[in-house]
């Protein structure tokens, strides 16, 4: 009786702990329940590494300014131990770092909040915009000459002559004079240089393609031209006019993205993550000033929140694993294997990851047969068992990619000791049970990580278990209260289907 009462004065506590801290922060900073209740809103964050030499550094990096389609909510610099100053000259703007006598590797980052305006803001110039002035050596300047001809010849207006361009730059066997040109220089360097020798102003701009959680992302380059006393934008890889969906214009033409005095090997890559408005202002917020919002994960770096993102998601896959065990009465290989693929499923798609998983744990089992001849030692079988998963995981990979499959990489993201777990756990069911009993198993276990990922992926989960953390408390005391659960299960009232019958028949 005591032991009853204190679990339920547990649950009590985490249910009133998981909805107090959720109600709290809705209360107090209006972090929204629904995800589509405010403005779509962006936290970008710009990661700046290189090998500083013994001495003063500066370094300097283009930010943005008015980009088409957002406006900037606020922007910091998270960088101990350096100056930061943004310098603003001529329109453009580039944020400094410096800092005397340092050595070694370096780090600094760069955070921009914004939020989406939903209209395209392109202005007019009323300035004059001339074009760049363009030097070859003979035999390019030749080269040039009949590309920009044969360009001009089927366009009639700055934007067709572009389009043409393209077409030539991008074609898998270029002619002589094309193939010449790119061999020394890159397809938007070039375009560049062919647009303004034709005495069309233009200039190369970097940006970004958003996308939630990304991590690690490489700047894409556009080349713009003026037209119509406006800069219009072109895609050289895909050969659209104009910017996509969801495209942001970190860089227009100018200086250089990054500029490092005083170190070497410099590089910026640039992390990602989508929040709702308010959300993004407890992000601003200072973390020690609030009793509640240090649950949260919005002060730590962007690449890190999209780790956590995927993180909070697994409480939810656990829960429903338990309610098909428990409630449902499906029988799975573990209780923690299924959460952990249905997280794989989230982070590549649904059936590439089943298609995937079924090949891999297949082409397993009909090696993990012949290693049972070997009469190795359990260790050593397992540990085999994780080379040969790799080894599978590398070949499906590469196979995915030659074959032009876009998601063929992302199977590196499955959780490869699990499957090698799974490939040993199903071979000695199938030798002490039978065939029929791992289909049973391995199928149930496939059938709960398909339900896990359904949850898991509802928008609406995502947002409530990152934005709500203490809800996996909930969540928590959800699980617990199931672990109680002592009537049939819903496969037991079909096996026993013929009694109720009876029963039903004697009555």
């Known amino acids: 009786m005591a032991s009853k009462t204190s679990f339920y004065i547990i649950i009590a506590l985490l249910l009133t702990l998981g909805f107090g801290l959720a109600i709290a922060r809705y209360t107090y900073f209006g972090i929204p329940l629904t995800p589509d209740k405010f403005k779509k809103a962006w936290l970008l964050e710009a990661r700046v590494d290189f090998e500083a030499g013994s001495g003063p550094v500066l370094a300097a990096l283009t930010l943005p300014e008015n980009p088409p389609g957002y406006k900037i909510l606020g922007e910091n610099s998270a960088s101990p131990g350096y100056g930061f100053a943004i310098i603003e000259n001529d329109g453009k703007r580039r944020g400094e770092w410096s800092r005397n006598n340092v050595n070694g590797p370096q780090t600094l980052y760069y955070k921009i909040q914004l939020v989406e305006t939903g209209y395209d803001y392109n202005p007019q110039e009323s300035d004059t915009v001339v074009a760049d002035n363009v030097f070859w050596n003979e035999t390019e300047d030749v080269a040039a000459r009949y590309v920009v001809s044969t360009a001009g010849e089927k366009s009639s207006t700055p934007e067709s002559f572009t389009r043409q361009l393209i077409e030539i730059i991008n074609n898998p066997e270029p002619e002589e004079n094309a193939a010449l040109l790119l061999s020394s220089y890159k397809p938007v360097e070039l375009l560049y240089k062919l647009i303004n020798y034709a005495g069309i102003p233009a200039r190369i701009s970097q940006g970004l393609l958003l996308e939630d959680a990304r991590r690690r992302q490489q700047p894409v380059q556009l080349i713009e031209i003026f037209s119509d006393r406006r800069w219009i934008s072109f895609d050289v890889v895909n050969k659209e006019q104009g910017l996509q969906p969801g495209y942001f214009l970190w860089q227009r033409g100018g200086d250089s993205l990054l500029d490092v005095v ?223 659960y002592t009537g049939y299960r819903l496969s037991e009232l079909y096996r026993f289907r013929d009694f109720k019958a009876a029963a039903n028949e004697d009555n």
């Open 262 to 484: 005083g170190g070497s090997n410099s590089r910026v890559t640039f992390s990602m993550i989508q929040s709702s408005l308010s959300s993004l202002d407890i992000a601003a917020t200072d973390i020690g000033q609030s009793g509640v919002s240090w649950l949260g994960v919005h002060s730590l770096s962007v690449e890190e929140q999209g780790m956590f993102k995927f993180l909070f998601l697994l409480p939810l896959g656990v829960f429903v694993v338990v309610f098909m065990r428990l409630i449902a009465g499906i029988k799975t290989l573990g209780s923690f294997m299924p959460a952990l693929i249905a997280l794989a499923f989230v982070q590549t798609s649904l059936f590439q990851g089943i298609v995937s998983f079924i090949v891999i744990v297949t082409v397993g089992l009909i090696i993990r047969s012949y290693l049972s001849y070997l009469n190795l030692l359990l260790v050593s079988r397992i540990a085999t068992l994780i080379v040969i998963v790799i080894i599978l995981v590398t070949f499906f990979s590469l196979a995915g990619y030659h074959l032009g499959l876009s998601t063929g990489m992302t199977i590196t993201f499955f959780p490869m000791i699990i499957i090698a777990w799974t490939i040993e756990r199903l071979s000695i069911l199938w030798e002490e049970e039978s065939g029929r009993e791992v289909l049973k198993q391995g199928g149930g276990s496939l059938l709960v990580a398909v339900a896990a990922y359904i949850v898991m992926t509802m928008p609406l989960a995502g947002h409530l278990t990152f934005n709500f953390p203490e809800l996996s408390l909930v969540i928590l005391a959800g699980i617990m209260l199931l672990g109680r």
